[in-house]
Nanobody, 123 residues
């Protein structure tokens, strides 16, 4: 499985960006797809996740109400719509897939990672 994240950029506070994660390879296998972010000098943190089977998306408290995750019908592209961006949202954003039954908000279950895309929010 290969993941390609894109859509990052520089935006002013209050602005919006939409990140995309394209999944290719063994896409017939069911997987949850998560978004994580890592700011300089900090750990990689959970942002949002789209479960494979029809359950509701999950969000970190810090992005609830501002970010929305969605998926196309073929389940090979997942988007992260980010609205009302804040300077503290500045980070490299990664998408990753998880195929086991570990918690969807936990990083340990995610084994395949994309290369990351930089999001910079200026004040």
């Amino acid at each position: 499985v290969q993941l390609q994240a894109s859509g990052g950029g520089v935006v002013q506070a209050g602005g919006s960006l939409r990140l995309s994660c394209a999944v290719s390879g063994r896409t017939f296998q069911a997987y949850d797809l998560g978004w994580f972010r890592q700011a300089p000098g900090k750990e990689r943190d959970f942002v949002a996740a789209m479960p494979w089977r029809g359950d509701r998306p999950r969000y970190a408290d810090s992005v609830m109400g501002r970010f929305a995750v969605s998926r196309n019908g073929d389940k090979d592209t997942v988007w992260l719509q980010m609205n009302n961006l804040k300077p503290e949202d500045t980070a490299v954003y990664y998408c990753a897939t998880k195929t086991d039954s570990s918690p969807i908000t936990g990083i340990s279950g995610y084994k395949k990672w994309g290369q990351g895309t930089q999001v910079t929010v200026s004040s």
